[in-house]
């Protein structure tokens, strides 16, 4: 990303995103030094699969895994494994009038600096994912899901 800021900068072009996979399930950005590149060169990180495929939303459990090909992959041991950590965006989310689990993930992307582009399927989902603005995690709230996204990595 570095290299292909400097090109573009040669001719006058600016770099103005970089759109990867980020959220408390794929923490690479902040690993990889892309995440860190980005507020350094003021390059948007857009972070595509916000909430981890529909995984952090809550709605499957070890007893209701996702269908199709994300039900074979998110299978039992993996869906009980993550547990801790929706229990925690569940927590949080309370504490915050509410928040739904997905709620509580994108705006937990927001603080990192990153611009989420959750997927929907429908209204409600739109209606949902608005309920992640307006409101700010707290620097402890949003170490104590780094600390939950750590243990379930």
Not at 8 to 18: E, V
Not at 138 to 146: A, G, K, R, S, W
Request: with cysteine; net charge positive; aromatic share 4%.
């Amino acid at each position: 990303m570095r290299r292909a800021h400097d090109v573009l900068a040669k001719r006058g072009i600016p770099l103005a995103s970089n759109q990867v996979e980020y959220s408390l399930l794929h923490r690479q950005p902040e690993r990889n030094g892309v995440l860190a590149a980005c507020r350094d060169l003021r390059v948007a990180l857009i972070a595509y699969s916000p909430v981890a495929k529909g995984i952090l939303t809550g709605k499957y459990t070890p007893q209701n895994p996702p269908p199709g090909v994300r039900g074979r992959q998110w299978n039992f041991k993996p869906l009980a494994h993550i547990q801790p950590l929706i229990a925690r965006l569940r927590e949080v989310g309370e504490a915050h009038g509410g928040k739904t689990p997905a709620q509580v993930a994108l705006n937990w992307l927001i603080q990192k600096g990153a611009l989420p582009i959750p997927g929907v399927k429908n209204a409600r989902q739109v209606q949902d994912n608005l309920g992640a603005l307006g409101w700010s995690l707290t620097p402890d709230e949003v170490e104590l899901l780094d600390q939950a996204s750590e243990n379930a990595a």
